[in-house]
């Protein structure tokens, strides 16, 4: 009763929605650029010359599904739908396959490892990737002379970082490298994302494998010569303006501030690599057709358009969300944004590239999930317990996150027939 309950709420709240676009449009219904300034942006800037009128529809993400169901039970309204890939995952079987589209996703330098995940573990395209954000690395040019002999940027090793880190502390004094590790900081994603699983090839399965100890240790190790500010660190940029570190990892968003104010100081470069690879964490967000659209062969017109390389720079400028596509990046570009850019396009491009995706299907369990590495990382490197003893204690309550939300495995972990084991 109570599910009939909320579908037809949900209706009517779709209808109202709908009630907004004209008869003549199509209905786009997006979890992205939702405030009223960014919607704007799409409906004016992203979609101005969209080959069939569009009707741009923000929508909140615990709503998404609600209206979808709704709108398959009821009126068959929505054309096109923009989502996060995490939030998209659950919807597979209300999609079209997009098979047709996979020969513009090639030709347009889609990267492979991104194309595979829009296939949300079937044989077909159930979505086409639109724009991305993610996690890079920032470094002031003063730290360059105390790279490591030999060391490329963009090809650089967490070993690396770490001799890197040690010697500017070595010829400056001070531990200038840095996380956001503060209470609203995205440590988390830097331990689920990115060091992980460049030591183990996934973030659950191996949790407490003997590569996730090595991992530990050396990162430790690392964190002698990282800023004890750190865990005060919630956005990089503010101590990378100061002056406080040199050398940080941190979301793009959070970084652009420093690149915007001062790109003739800044450098930015993907993140390191470990044994398993440059495990990075793509904040994807796709575009997909449900099975019930009213004007598929509209959608599709738009999907086409929305991948062009001029629309996906207009998006970069109205959203700050990067192209997924192969595309040069004009020279009057903001100089911030060029930067970051660039380091998105050869992070993602990277030969070892591993990406590492949001939590799938842990739901309102998500907050107890990422707390579980936070813990981790406080006991083990800030307070130093057993590296062992710790992670089998995390492990017990990561399983039991998995167990209650009912979460099958995420790239890179290998699929999984029911509920994701820590092995």
């Not at 597979?92 to 090639?106: G, N, V, W, Y």
């Not at 690396?160 to 590790?181: D, H, I, M, Y």
Request: proline share 8%; with cysteine; glycine share 6%.
């Amino acid at each position: 009763m109570f599910k009939k309950l909320a579908i037809l709420s949900g209706a009517i709240i779709l209808s109202f929605t709908i009630a907004e676009a004209r008869a003549d449009e199509l209905n786009f219904l997006s979890t992205q650029m939702r405030p009223l300034e960014e919607a704007q942006k799409a409906r004016a800037q992203i979609l101005k010359g969209s080959p069939v009128p569009v009707a741009y529809l923000p929508e909140e993400p615990p709503q998404l599904p609600i209206h979808l169901r709704a709108d398959e039970q009821g009126a068959h309204t929505i054309s096109l739908v923009g989502a996060l890939h995490g939030e998209l995952a659950p919807l597979a079987s209300m999609l079209q396959p997009l098979d047709q589209e996979d020969k513009l996703i090639t030709q347009s330098g889609v990267p492979e490892h991104v194309a595979k995940l829009a296939k949300l573990g079937t044989d077909h395209l159930m979505y086409v990737p639109w724009m991305q954000a993610t996690y890079i690395m920032a470094a002031n040019k003063k730290a360059l002379p105390y790279l490591p002999a030999g060391a490329n940027l963009n090809t650089l090793t967490y070993a690396q970082l770490s001799e890197w880190a040690a010697n500017a502390e070595k010829a400056t004094g001070q531990r200038v490298l840095g996380f956001p590790a503060g209470p609203t900081g995205l440590m988390a994603r830097f331990l689920e994302g990115y060091l992980l699983p460049s030591y183990t090839g996934g973030v659950v399965v191996g949790y407490r494998s003997a590569d996730a100890v090595s991992m530990w240790d050396a990162y430790k190790a690392l964190w002698m010569h990282v800023s004890p500010n750190s865990t005060n660190y919630n956005f990089m940029q503010e101590p990378l303006l100061s002056g406080d570190v040199l050398i940080a990892w941190d979301h793009v968003a959070r970084l652009q501030n420093a690149f915007r104010s001062k790109p003739d100081d800044f450098v930015a470069f993907p993140a390191p690599a470990g044994p398993k690879g440059r495990a990075f964490m793509p904040v994807l967000v796709g575009v997909a057709v449900p099975k019930t659209a009213p004007n598929t062969s509209g959608a599709l017109q738009v999907i086409d358009y929305l991948l062009k390389p001029e629309t996906q720079i207009t998006t970069l400028r109205a959203s700050s969300f990067f192209p997924v596509v192969q595309v040069a990046l004009p020279e009057d570009l903001d100089p911030g944004l060029k930067l970051e850019g660039a380091a998105v396009a050869a992070q993602q491009g990277a030969k070892d590239a591993l990406p590492t995706l949001l939590p799938v299907g842990l739901g309102s369990h998500g907050g107890e999930f990422d707390k579980i590495f936070v813990d981790t990382f406080q006991r083990v490197v800030l307070r130093n317990q057993p590296v062992k003893q710790v992670l089998n204690r995390e492990a017990e309550d990561m399983q039991r996150v998995l167990d209650t939300a009912k979460a099958p495995c995420w790239s890179p972990d290998p699929a999984s027939e029911g509920t994701c084991k820590v092995k």
